[in-house]
């Protein structure tokens, strides 16, 4: 029968699967090298398989390995929302809860959100890393973040996820341009051939083309920003127009730019901003006083 790993065996391992190198596995867990190495064998030992692939030049993971590592990673995570349960259980909303925010919310939510929380929970911290959702959700099931602030759709299952308001998409364009002359616009497949979008993995890109109805679009191949400021400076040199967040149109991102923003009709298409967090958490209470102060930020 397979001997039960230990945490820090499994934490060697993740570790070693993140670095693929024993000196730097062993510097991010504190131990010698040989202690770590000694600990990997004793695990492939007690569970009978082998893990890793090494030789003196190159190390990597075996498939029986990777597949270790994810439900380490996992396991490492339920016990550390163990901890926190044990350490928070002497009061909650204290120490550090550490917030991951997609770079498209963070500079329009954060402004207001800290110093509301800073004021409702004088001994609670908030340490903030802004990334893309992807790794978002990563650092979550790796234990390196508490919550993360996202924008639906994105696949969230097998997450608390909390949604809680609505950022509608308006259209911006040179104050000159034709198509923005209406208050209101209607998005057809003639505005959509002249959008602009942000670059692979930016989740508002996917959000974008959704908002279109469409895959990909050809009109601007190869012509990608990197970040709404890009976007925005993109938009203003007059190569092209973008939908921009409601969010980021209120809080004043074309500010001394020329360009305008105008609303879309009916039914016009958003993203959904949403809280998320491992179900083991147990840092529920940090949860709710988070969504709470979110809601009430946008009048909710």
Known sequence: MAAPPTIKQLRYLIALSQTLSFTKAAEICFVGQSTLSAGLKELEDGLGVQLVERDKHSVSMTPTGLGVVERAQRLIAQADDLADFAHGSAGA???VVKLGVIPTIAPFVLPSLLPKMR???PELKVALRE?????LIDKLNRHELDFALI???YDTEGFLTKELFDDEFWLVGNQHDPALKNKEITLTNKLTDRLLLLEEGNCLRDHTLKACKRSHLA???GIEATSLLTLVQMVESGLGIALLPE???KAGL???TSLIARPLTAQAPKREIALIARPSTARIEEFNALVKVLKESRGC
């Open 93 to 95: 909303m204290t120490g």
């Open 119 to 121: 004021e409702s929970f």
């Open 131 to 135: 990334d893309l959702s992807a790794n």
């Open 151 to 153: 924008a639906l759709p």
């Open 219 to 221: 009109g601007h191949e």
């Open 247 to 249: 969010m980021a149109v």
């Open 254 to 256: 074309l500010t001394q």
